[in-house]
Nanobody
Framework: QVQLQETGPGLVKSSQTLSLTCTVS??????????WSWIRQSPGKGLEWIGY???????LYNPSLKNRTSISRDTSKSQFTLQLSSVTPEATAVYYC?????????WGQGTQVPVSS
């Protein structure tokens, strides 16, 4: 069974870059047809898909965040990383990594990231 775990800084200041890493175990991020997503949930709002990285390293981002988002990977560590630049307090959310591109079947526990003004 695939397990995912998010790690990150815990607190980010406005205008800085938010960076989170997801470590995958029990599966391979290079498995054919596998996709690995970042999703967030802001207080009082629904889930928002941020983007994914595919088994080949290809990426796809939410158009509303595309200009500020980068997802990369380190296959030797079975990790994929989210970088979201120029954040504002509106980026305060619980950030999740998950397996899947548009349908997510395994999730990390989530990590709360407050963005201070």
């Amino acid at each position: 069974q695939v397990q995912l775990q998010e790690t990150g800084p815990g607190l980010v200041k406005s205008s800085q870059t938010l960076s989170l890493t997801c470590t995958v175990s029990g599966g391979s991020i290079t498995s054919i047809y596998s996709y690995w997503s970042w999703i967030r949930q802001s207080p009082g709002k629904g889930l928002e898909w941020i983007g994914y990285i595919g088994h080949s390293g290809s990426t796809l981002y939410n158009p509303s965040l595309k200009n500020r988002t980068s997802i990369s990977r380190d296959t030797s560590k079975s990790q994929f990383t989210l970088q979201l630049s120029s954040v504002t307090p509106e980026a305060t959310a619980v950030y999740y990594c998950a397996s899947g591109g548009t349908y997510w079947d395994s999730w990390g526990q989530g990590t709360q990231v407050p963005v201070s003004s």
